[in-house]
């Protein structure tokens, strides 16, 4: 793709996520979609850091834990120590990157099945932990989470505060698309940098990697920790949209869902997670109307695109530009 | 000449099995040494032990005085010990121009950071690599499959594309892993010339190989090891001549033929 088309896609994008998507639901009335929104845009985030932990080759089903710790850093702060939310925001992403730093260098020596399922375990021993530490308040949960306060830069209101506002839906719908733009272009930029080549290197062979002086165990740290990060961001702000946190909020379901987007989405496109997490949560829901054989139709849908498309929704774009 | 690499009584066992039994040897700088023997001799075991991905039971190996055995493979890369494998091991989602790119990582002077950020020092190393990976494409005779993706590569290719890799690195001695296993004659001919080639650039090449007339053609010395143990070291002829060397090769053959 040359430069130019490249920016009028961004340009197209940003248009349709700031402008085109708020203007079609003022049009229709759908405010409910909003929420809707927020939750796709902020799952995505957590997504592109699965999706980093599969470009160096590991199979990570541990997003969940991180997305949760991230969500009670941010609560725990915001209620106890009357932390501003936007501080709690890089907080909890930090706090997760060391966690996972500490977490990581025992188990990132493992590949495949064995990373797959240690990774499991850690978002439900994760959940178990927020049941049984006092700080979280086990069972019931932090509640009652305040909205995000204003920002302000030498006195001038940069943005406001989200309770004196009569929707702060738009308001979340907002952070939460800035926050996904923020999160992919950084993705992008690192995929398409050296380090992205390097990440690449370890996925396919990590012995030829070690080979040619890469660090192998060094570059897995920093590649989950970033991941961990982008859970802890993305629960963070799930913290505060719902004002609540439970040990229930992520769970292992979420952890496989996180995966499943990157899957469906293409696990060779920087922007499959977004388009996965989308299609997957929409799909979802507009399966409700089945019933009961909501999780059946879902489940025998993802296996056939996983069949015919084991590259992802993307790969049908690139299928038409070569042919 | 001067010695680059001393390999010092090293031992490797793997449980009861003794593969390799208190081999010492010592590789001089821009030389051609060649580790033979019959299989199952510890040729393997013994090229994983000087490239640091295996640890040695007891002894070492000293690469200009200091010790890399025991360490990690990408630490003593970086000092300068580079191996090479067999062909399949490449990057094989990636063009020949891109594995051949991505393993400059040692020639780097920007930090990984300066990468995403796009410093001037970043850009000026990416100019940099781009330019030494043409030149080793060119030097492989690669420059027509230098955008075909590894994976498409034909046999002979992949193994001039091992090599290439490890060039990049920037070696001061190339550990090179069976370089000429399955090759026919012509094509054991061309690799012969290019090892060659290799150490006219400077470089220090310690290969493993099976073709005996292969290493009687290019090695300066030849190592033979048999049952883990060294046996005998030399120049060709005198290894040609070597009593052990006939014996250990003729008695694996009369086993095989069933006398």
Known sequence: MTATRKLAGLAIFLLAVFVLVPALIAATGRKDLYYTLTSVALLSIASAGVWLTFYIGRINMGQGAFALMGAYVAAVLVTRYGMSFWWTLPAAGLFCALASLLIGLPILRLRGVYFAMVSLVLTEVTRLLALAVPITEGAKGITNIPLPGAISLFGITLVPDFSTMENPRIAFYYLAVTLMVIAFAAMYRLVNSRIGHICMSLQQNEELASSIGVNIVHLRLIAFAISSFLGGVSGAAFAAVTQSVYPSSFTVTDSVNFMLNCFLGGLGYVFGPMLGTLTLYFGWNLLFQTGEFQLLIYSSVMILLMLVLPNGLLSLGEGRRKG | ?259
């Open chain 2, 1 to 259: 000449m001067e010695t680059i690499l001393q390999i010092r009584d090293l031992t490797r066992r793997f449980g009861g099995l003794t593969a390799v039994n208190n081999v010492s040897f010592e590789v001089r700088e821009k030389e051609i040494l060649s580790v033979i023997g019959p299989n199952g001799a510890g040729k393997s075991t013994l090229f994983k032990l000087i490239a640091s991905f295996l640890k040695p039971t007891s002894g070492e190996v000293l690469y200009r005085g200091e010790r890399i055995s025991g360490l990690a493979p990408h630490i003593a890369a970086r000092k300068g010990v580079v191996r090479t494998f067999q062909e399949t091991t490449i990057f094989r989602n990636m063009t020949v121009r891109e594995n051949i790119i991505v393993a400059h990582h040692l020639r780097s002077k920007a930090s990984l950071a300066g990468f995403f950020f796009g410093t001037r020092a970043a850009r000026e190393d990416e100019r940099a690599f781009g330019e030494s990976a043409d030149e080793i494409i060119h030097f492989l005779n690669l420059d027509d499959l230098a955008r075909e993706k590894a994976k498409n590569l034909p046999h002979g290719h992949l193994r001039a594309l091992g090599i290439g890799i490890g060039l990049a690195t920037n070696p001061a001695v190339l550990l090179l892993d069976e370089p000429f296993a399955g090759m026919n004659h012509d094509e054991t001919h061309k690799a012969v010339a290019m090892v060659r080639r290799l150490r006219e650039r400077g470089l220090t090449v310690l290969l493993v190989e099976h073709d005996m007339p292969a290493v009687m053609k290019i090695s300066d010395r030849i190592v033979v090891i048999n049952f883990g143990q060294k046996i005998a070291e030399g120049t060709p002829l005198e290894i040609q001549n070597n009593e052990k060397v006939i014996e250990a090769y003729l008695g694996a053959e009369d086993e095989a033929i069933g006398m």
